[in-house]
């Protein structure tokens, strides 16, 4: 992983390409987030930085967390993130990663967790089939078979069937970097969760 940063969903809108398109992108603020720890190879086993995100009131933050906060000289974070990037080594407790280390035409992941749907059935949850709409069907909505009679006689794992939907981590992979200057990060097209809130932007696994 080259670049990586922590940021806000603010929303959808839509822009004007330089060739007179219309475009559909996600605001997210990314305000600059700040190294709080080191990790190195010599005393952790490997080298990485932990970062924080979105300022937060000393009251609310735990002891343990304010030891860790005050040892690096930092007032107290709402998320912390850990990226294992290329040049780790390059970083400072203090230090500030900013959008900005994104271009425009740049691929990016985005993972967050999803909105909530709370219990669904198997049609809405997985898409499947609804069963005929004629009079003394009694069969609409229905999850459908549930075995193949009786071999083997009791129900497959991995039966997609009715349960909670959404609010789980989601990434959507391969959007590109519109726009990135002044705290704002324009992705296009859509990004998991609601408005406000947090996802993580990394450069793509994919070329």
């Known amino acids: 992983m080259k670049k990586a940063i922590i940021a806000r969903k603010l929303g959808m809108t839509q822009i004007f390409s330089e060739k007179g398109e219309l475009v559909p992108v996600t605001v997210l603020e990314a305000e600059p987030n700040v190294v709080i720890q080191m990790k190195t190879k010599e005393r952790d086993g490997y080298s990485a930085v932990q970062v924080g995100f979105d300022e937060a009131k000393p009251k609310s933050v735990n002891k343990p967390k304010k030891g860790h906060f005050g040892k690096a000289n930092i007032t107290p ?12 080594e390059n970083y400072n407790v203090g230090d500030e ?41 009694k069969y609409h909505r229905g999850l459908g078979s549930m075995g193949s009679g009786t071999t083997p006689g009791r129900v497959r794992k991995g039966k997609k069937m009715p349960g909670h939907m959404g609010n ?23 990004v998991p969760g609601p408005k406000g809130s947090v996802v993580v932007v990394k450069d793509t696994v994919k070329s």
């Open 97 to 137: 990663i900013k959008p900005d280390i994104f271009t425009p035409g740049d691929r990016v992941d985005v993972s967050g967790v999803s909105k909530g749907k709370g219990f669904q059935g198997a049609i809405k949850r997985h898409g499947q089939h609804r069963g005929p709409l004629t009079h003394g069907s």
């Open 77 to 88: 974070r709402k998320v912390l993130k850990e990226f294992k990037l290329e040049d780790a």
């Open 168 to 190: 789980r981590n989601v990434t959507i992979q391969n959007l590109e970097v519109v726009k990135a200057e002044d705290n704002i990060l324009l992705l296009m097209g859509p």
